[in-house]
């Protein structure tokens, strides 16, 4: 049974940075992609960062330049690397492992960007 466990959310101010960590156990993000994605009060889920099996990322144009996506397969962590934040990055944040079979989530970490 695979499980994933946000860690890193909180409160920051504008411009600040926050790291998110993802930790999985039962999959292996080496063999599996990893992603991000948020989801702000009466908004639908987004995606914000994606890392591929192969080590390539993709961003939306929301973020990019501004969130940077990573994994250490060693620990099986992925993480995101969240700069220059600003107030409408305020989400709770995912991430899931899926290998195009599989869709695993985690239960979310909240981030909160004050202005």
């Known amino acids: 049974q695979a499980r994933l466990v946000e860690s890193g959310g909180g409160e920051v101010q504008a411009g600040g940075s926050l790291r998110l960590s993802c930790s999985a156990s039962?999959?292996?993000?080496?063999?599996?992609?990893g992603g991000w994605h948020r989801q702000a009060p009466g908004k639908v889920r987004e995606p914000v960062a994606a890392i591929y099996s192969v080590g390539t990322t993709s961003y939306p144009d929301s973020v990019r330049g501004r969130f940077t996506i990573s994994r250490d397969i060693a620990k099986n962590t992925v993480y995101l690397q969240m700069d220059n934040l600003k107030p409408e990055d305020t989400a709770v944040y995912y991430c899931?492992?899926?290998?195009?079979?599989?869709?695993?989530w985690g239960q979310g970490t909240q981030v909160t960007v004050s202005s």
């Open positions: 039962g999959i292996n993000f080496g063999s599996f992609a």
């Open positions: 899931n492992a899926y290998d195009g079979t599989y869709d695993y």
